[in-house]
Structures are given as structure tokens and as C-alpha cells.
């Protein structure tokens, strides 16, 4: 047991100022439950009256942190602190519930779940857990009962609908329904299907793969039938086979695995030769960025890459510029920390003391060292919340939403769901229908595409063409016979699928024949913004951000409410019954088309391109009276061009001779995106100069 490494923490965190020993006291309680369950319990009291004491923002913080860390202790005391807190709640509750099934309380974390209570949301993805735990039979059958009550409510009028809780339950269902009798599983089954048609069909491009095995689909109806379909055939063959019927890309799915994703194990499986049928021992790994690292590679390395990702991340959370402003214990560098600790002590023992050395800063080497102690005292890893510096961090989450701005983040909340993508009913054609708006402007634009239709809606016609010759809106040169700002529904309705390319083509070409004009792009003198580089960049190289990961871009306006964009999940889609979404994003996300080729087509598509596509749609410059504040993401300098472009009177053209990609980091309290982008220069080292240059643009004349 690691006596000294205990008390020697004990120490320092008596030591350290309130917000650093609360939260120690809390972790050191959670240790001391293998020496001392007395002393443990009342170190978590010490714990909890000082963190009580603290100001408004750690003190809610800390709440969270608290309850998650009593679940280690006392699941009463857990739950009791888990109705207190403010600051997101739910993941706290699940955090609660995942530590107690780790500690042992399994009985305590079932008693929650086969009984939702009323007015929180149910932690499904704790259901799960749960019932991978050794619990008894029936004590899994009254966790999967209890997740079912709790869907229904969930359902039933005037509650939130959570497209995330719906997708934990189908996954719960998909794998527990045979514990059910016949007539509930069926009943719940075509419960299912009628929650999943009941939501608005969206366009996605999602894709199940199991071995060599893989599905596409474009509809989010079809993705989620398609994870049910096992159990539904099972249960209701007949109607199984009907409801498929309904669905195209669902049917070709149903020929080639007949049971979903069921079909598709046992493809995986017969395909596998038999010597790699047998259970493996995994090797133990350590997660650095994107890269999972052997144990063995990490202890001979001493860590090094690990250490390097923690002491980037340490940088910016203690940046003086950009200070993070949540306690150090949600630091994303102390999680880090942690981690890389906790596993040195699993694998090196008392021998992984040495790496504490090698943090600078004394309160994060202090919360690594009661997780080393935690190892060495044979506790499970404990995980943690992680607040950012900047938009999305401690003061967005307690004052959210604040006057003359919003957060808009690329990586954690879904677009809303909003109109089907259901190709119009009208006679195919290769002919664009333009007609004037019906909706009125402030619903914002809206509309849906599939592989052989484009409808938009709403939009206006400088926005369509800017989007469509993929050029910002202040290179565009327009005719005095037509008002860019008027705005048109665009519909085109296809005789049969087309290539991407084919379908964008003969929008432009519509949209000539309609107002009369032609499009050309020609250079012009104009007057811009030029961006130099003549002692070159301070920032960092990075590497080339992946398809799914890119950072965040904070909107400042003159509103209230968050608009808020995902990067992250491939389940996208737009829509009317929410605020208006910013245009170029909207319509940008219509014409990705990312289904609308065949599979050929789409292997044989540059991979670069598809990538270039798709970040330029995420990083959608503002318009409309907001503007840039903030940008935290791996760019080219040309990109991060296109991101300001759009919030200034002109052109701005990158000179810098500057390649690859490179770690920018700016949170500022510009008025404007030009205040940013001179902000953005003096932190970076670039020189901005107004000069008249010939630009390209895109001329618009009448014919």
C-alpha cells in the first residue's frame, strides 16, 4: 500500500490554496477507502464544507466532481449531491453511475435504473453498463425494464426529445430484447419503429461496418430500422419484411443481411480465420491524441509522447493570454496527467514516483500523484470532466446564453433535426425550378438533397451562388438588374441518380437560364486585405487535421442563444423548427451531397478533395452582424483566410508563402472580425496591409 505516496499528498494539499485541496480531499477520500474507510468518509465531509465555501463557479464545479468521486464511497452521499448540481447535470449523473458499478455499489447503481426518476434524463449508456456488470439475471432484466419506462416517458408529450438517448436505447434493446418474453420485445420492437418514423428523416452518411462487411445509407430512418432489424424479424418476421419494403437503401441492405447488424457479425465471424476465433489477451494501451500506444512502447519511451501532448495542453490552459479559468482539477492537462500516472503506476509500480518530476505545475503534480497512489492501491482508473479555456469553458457553461455572444462550437452538439429530405414530388427533369419564397426570411434557409434531387428553400440568391462556385459573397460582382439579396426556393428533380459534380453543374447552369445571366470568373483590380508573413508564424506546426476533428470558432453577435454545429458525428441535418442556423452552413450541408454518387464513384473521388469539401463547410464564415471572436484549430493559413473572409468588406489574400497546417489558438474581445484579424496578427506575427490587387471574382452579367 503507497503510505508515503498518501501522506506525502495529504500534506501538500493542506498546504495548497481551496479550490486545489478541495478537490484533493475528494480524491485522496477515494484512496483511503483501501486503509480507512472511516477516515475516508470523513475526509470526503473536510472535502465537500470546503468546496462549499468556494466562489459560485468552482463551487458548481466541484459539486459535480464531488458527487462522481462520493459514488467511489457512499452512493447515498452521491446521489444526494447529483440533484444539487448545476453545471451539466446529466453527465454527472452518469459519471456517478459508471463509478459505482467500477467500485463494487452495483446493487446501489441497478436500484437507480430499474426506477427512472421522474424529471431527469435516463443514463442509458449506464444501463449498459450495467448489465455487462455480474449482476443476477433478474437484476439485468429490471435495469432493461426500467430503461424501457424511462424511453416511454421520454416519448410521451411535453418531454424533450433526445436523439442521443434514443440511439443508447436502440443499442440496449438490440442486445438485451431475448431477455424479454416474446409478446413485450415485440411490443417494444414496433414501439421502435414507430418512435424512429415519428422523427423528422434526415440526410446522413452513415455506414456499419463489421470485417469486410459494410452498408451506406443516406437516411437516418433507414440507419436506425437497419439497427433493428434483428430483433424485428425475429419477433415479427411479416411486418419486418413490409416496413423494408418501404426503404430502398434499407431493402438492398435486407438482401445481403437479413437480420441488420446481426447478418453482419456472422459474415464477420464465418470470414475470420478459425485460429483468430479464440479470445486474445488485448494488450494494454495508452491513448496520446490520436494514437493508441502500446504499454511496453510508453514505460521503454518513459512516456515521451504522452508527456509531450500533456505539457501542450498545460501550455494553453496556463497561457496568461487565454487563462483557463476552471479549476485546475477539470484542466484538460491534469486528466492528462492523471492518466499517464495512473498507468505507471499499474505497470511500474512504486518505480512510476519518478515521472512527478516532470510536472511543472504543484497542483496537477499533486492530483497525479493521489491517481498513482490510486494504482498502486489496485482502484480502478477514474475518469474526469475536462473544461476548455475560451468559448465552451467554465464562465459559457454557468452564464449561458449571454448577452452579444455565443459559442459556436464544431465538435459537440448535433445540428437540430428539421424537414424530411424526401425528394420532392415533382416530374424529373434536368431542369432547375426557381420560384420566389414563401417562407418568410427570418425562418432562414432550409431544404434537404439525395442522390437525384436539391431542394432549397428560403435562400438567397447571392448566398446559393456563392455557395455553389464555392467563392465568398465579397467576390462576387452583380448586375444593377438583379438584388443578390432577394430570396427564391431552388428546386431540381432528377430522373435518376447523377455524380455530385453533374447535379451542382446543372444548378449553375439553371440558375443562368432563370435570371438571364452569365457567370464567369475573371480577375479584377480591387481593393483587399493582404496577409504577409516576413519573419514567418508564431504557432506551432500541425499535423493535417483528420476528416471528423477540427477545433472551434467562436460567433460573437448582437442576439442571445447559442447556435451550435457538430463536427464530430457523420448525422447531420437541417431544417425549420429552430432558430435559423446560418445560411452558408445550411446550404453547405444541402450540396455535400456525400451520398450522391454510387460507392465506385465515391472510391474514386481524391480523398483530399472530399476532406477539403467537407472542412470548408464546417468552417462557415459569419455573416449578418455577427462576427468572428475566436478561433481555436489546426488551419492552413489559407483556410483560416476563408473563415475571416466572409465577416469583411473585401477580399483577403494569403501572401504569406506559409504551408501545412499550424495550431492556432486566439480568444479575443474583438467588435468585429477586422478587430479579430488584427488581433489574430499581432499574436501571430503576420503583417496586414490594405492594397489593390487583381482578385479573382466571379462576374455576374446579364445576357
Known amino acids: 500500500m503507497p503510505q508515503d505516496l498518501l501522506a506525502d499528498a495529504r500534506e501538500q494539499a493542506v498546504r495548497s490554496q481551496p479550490p486545489v485541496k478541495a478537490a484533493a480531499f475528494l480524491h485522496l477520500a477515494r484512496v483511503l477507502t483501501k486503509v480507512d474507510f472511516a477516515e475516508a468518509e470523513r475526509l470526503l465531509d473536510e472535502g465537500l464544507a470546503l468546496a462549499a465555501t468556494l466562489p459560485e463557479g468552482d463551487r458548481d464545479v466541484l459539486v459535480g466532481e464531488a458527487a462522481a468521486l462520493a459514488a467511489t464511497i457512499s452512493p447515498r452521499r452521491a446521489f444526494m449531491l447529483a440533484r444539487e448540481v448545476f453545471i451539466d447535470r446529466e453527465s454527472v449523473l452518469r459519471r456517478t453511475l459508471f463509478n459505482m458499478l467500477q467500485h463494487g455499489y452495483i446493487p446501489d447503481a441497478v436500484a437507480y435504473l430499474r426506477e427512472p426518476a421522474p424529471g431527469e434524463a435516463y443514463p442509458f449508456d449506464a444501463a449498459s453498463q450495467a448489465m455487462g456488470c455480474a449482476i443476477d439475471e433478474e437484476g439485468r432484466l429490471q435495469v432493461l425494464r426500467g430503461a424501457i419506462r424511462a424511453m416511454r416517458r421520454q416519448r410521451s408529450p411535453g418531454d424533450r426529445e433526445s436523439f442521443g438517448a434514443w440511439h443508447h436505447f436502440i443499442r440496449l434493446f438490440t442486445r438485451h430484447w431475448r431477455r424479454l418474453p416474446a409478446d413485450e420485445a415485440r411490443a417494444v420492437a414496433r414501439e421502435l419503429v414507430g418512435w424512429i418514423q415519428g422523427q423528422p428523416d434526415s440526410r446522413t452518411n452513415a455506414s456499419f461496418t463489421s470485417g469486410s462487411q459494410k452498408v451506406h445509407f443516406s437516411s437516418t430512418h433507414e440507419q436506425a430500422l437497419f439497427e433493428i432489424l434483428g430483433p424485428l424479424r425475429h419477433l415479427d418476421p411479416d411486418y419486418a419484411a413490409s416496413l423494408v419494403q418501404g426503404y430502398p437503401s434499407l431493402s438492398a441492405a435486407a438482401e445481403r443481411f437479413p437480420y441488420g447488424r446481426e447478418s453482419m457479425d456472422e459474415a464477420m ?10 479470445s486474445i489477451e488485448q494488450p494494454h494501451y495508452i491513448d496520446v491524441g490520436r494514437r493508441l500506444i502500446p504499454m511496453p512502447e510508453a514505460i521503454q519511451t518513459e512516456f515521451k509522447e504522452a508527456f509531450a501532448v500533456a505539457l501542450s495542453l498545460y501550455a494553453a490552459d496556463s497561457d496568461p493570454d487565454h487563462f483557463n479559468d476552471a479549476p485546475q482539477e477539470c484542466w484538460a492537462s491534469a486528466c492528462e496527467f492523471r492518466k499517464i500516472l495512473y498507468l505507471a503506476g499499474r505497470h511500474e509500480g512504486p518505480a512510476a514516483a519518478r515521472y512527478l518530476d516532470r510536472i511543472p505545475d504543484p497542483a496537477l503534480r499533486l492530483f497525479a500523484q493521489i491517481e498513482c497512489a490510486a494504482a498502486l492501491a489496485g482502484l480502478p482508473p477514474l475518469g474526469g470532466r475536462s473544461l476548455r479555456p475560451g468559448p465552451g469553458g467554465l464562465q459559457d457553461m454557468m452564464y449561458r446564453p449571454r448577452e452579444r455572444a455565443s459559442a459556436r462550437s464544431l465538435v459537440d452538439v448535433a445540428v437540430p433535426i428539421g424537414q424530411p429530405p ?142 451550435d454545429l457538430a463536427a464530430g458525428d457523420a448525422e447531420r441535418s437541417i431544417g425549420r423548427r429552430h432558430p435559423p442556423i446560418e445560411e452558408g452552413l445550411v446550404l453547405r450541408e444541402i450540396l455535400s451531397l456525400p451520398m450522391a454518387s454510387s460507392d465506385q464513384d465515391q472510391a474514386d473521388e481524391d480523398i483530399d478533395e472530399v476532406l477539403r469539401r467537407f472542412r470548408r463547410q464546417l468552417m462557415t464564415p459569419p455573416r449578418g452582424g455577427a462576427w468572428i471572436g475566436a478561433i481555436d484549430a489546426s488551419l492552413t493559413i489559407a483556410e483560416l483566410c476563408e473563415a475571416i473572409e466572409g465577416g469583411l468588406d473585401r477580399p483577403l489574400l494569403d501572401e504569406t508563402n506559409l504551408t501545412g497546417a499550424y495550431a492556432i489558438s486566439l480568444h479575443t474581445e474583438a467588435a468585429s472580425t477586422l478587430d479579430f484579424l488584427r488581433a489574430a496578427c499581432e499574436r501571430l506575427g503576420l503583417v496586414l496591409t490594405p492594397e489593390q490587387r487583381d482578385v479573382r471574382t466571379l462576374v455576374v452579367r446579364t445576357v
Request: proline letters at 8%; a positive charge.
Open 269 to 278: 465471424h464465418a470470414e475470420r480465420p478459425a485460429a483468430r476465433r479464440d
Open 422 to 563: 424526401r425528394k420532392p414530388s415533382l416530374t424529373p427533369s434536368r431542369d432547375l425550378r426557381v420560384s420566389p419564397a414563401t417562407a418568410p426570411a427570418g425562418e432562414g434557409a432550409s431544404g434537404g438533397s439525395g442522390s437525384d434531387f436539391i431542394e432549397i428553400r428560403n435562400a438567397t440568391l447571392k448566398a446559393v451562388v456563392s455557395t455553389l462556385h464555392e467563392i465568398s459573397e465579397a467576390r462576387i460582382d452583380w448586375p444593377s438588374s438583379l438584388n443578390p439579396d432577394a430570396r427564391y426556393d431552388f428546386v431540381l428533380v432528377l430522373p435518376r441518380s447523377e455524380r455530385r459534380e453533374t447535379m451542382l453543374r446543372l444548378m449553375r447552369e439553371g440558375i443562368g437560364r432563370h435570371f438571364g445571366v452569365s457567370i464567369s470568373s475573371e480577375l479584377r483590380p480591387r481593393d483587399a486585405y493582404v496577409l504577409t508573413a516576413p519573419r514567418g508564424i508564431r504557432a506551432r506546426r500541425a499535423p493535417e487535421p483528420s476528416t471528423f476533428e477540427f477545433g472551434s470558432m467562436g460567433i460573437s453577435a448582437f442576439s442571445t442563444g447559442a447556435i
